[in-house]
């Protein structure tokens, strides 16, 4: 990790300097004001941020994926290995979607009300914050893995890698046993139920899945660089 931390400040350094973070930022922003009121179950309003985060950080990694000219990519790959280069800049990715992940959590849980979805029942606010912060995570891990799998080195032309990372991003939400898809409706079953959830396998499963995207990416940067 210690040999990734150079690499990881320049990618950051990168996704900050080139301003293309702003557009989905301000969509996520829009997104949420649209759909989180004031006053609404806390449970319903941390499930409906979460799953935003997922296109969120598919659209991130290929910002970063792509911020660099193909010289400037060649060179740092050179320079620390095309594996090193890409674990950085995926990370970079993800770190910046859990991190706004993070922050709407910790807005959406203090404007909420800690209620159930008929605001009969108390809940009591860490524990939903929590639960919303973990499927926040999941999302941004799945969102990474399809950003992964969509852009540079798999796909390289921007008519395919977009639809496809847009196709994924829907999937990774609807279909049935995806993790993102698990973590959201745990909480929103449990803003029904009145109880806290603890989406704790949806984590596991997005963590591996994350994992194996990554490395499937990263070895093919030596392959395809």
Known sequence: MTALRPLLRYQAALLLRSQRWLPPVILYAVFLAVGVQTGQP???SLGYAAAAVLPV???????????????????VG?????????????????GAAALLGVVATVVVTVISDPTSTNHQTRLPIL???GAGLVAALVCALLGTAV?????WPLLRSPGRAVPAMLLGAVLALVVTGSPARAAIS?????????????????LIGAGATAAAAI???CALTTRRG
Do not use: K, M, Y
């Open 42 to 44: 806390i449970l319903d």
């Open 57 to 75: 950080a598919a659209w991130f990694v290929r910002i970063c994926a792509t911020n660099e000219p193909p010289a400037a990519r060649s060179c």
């Open 78 to 94: 050179a320079a620390a290995g095309p594996v090193r280069a890409h674990l950085a800049c995926l990370l970079t990715a993800f």
């Open 127 to 129: 524990p939903a914050g």
């Open 147 to 151: 950003g992964a799998l969509t852009t």
């Open 186 to 202: 745990d909480l929103v079953t449990g803003s029904q139920a009145g109880t806290v959830p603890a989406p704790l396998l949806p």
């Open 215 to 217: 490395a499937v990416a």
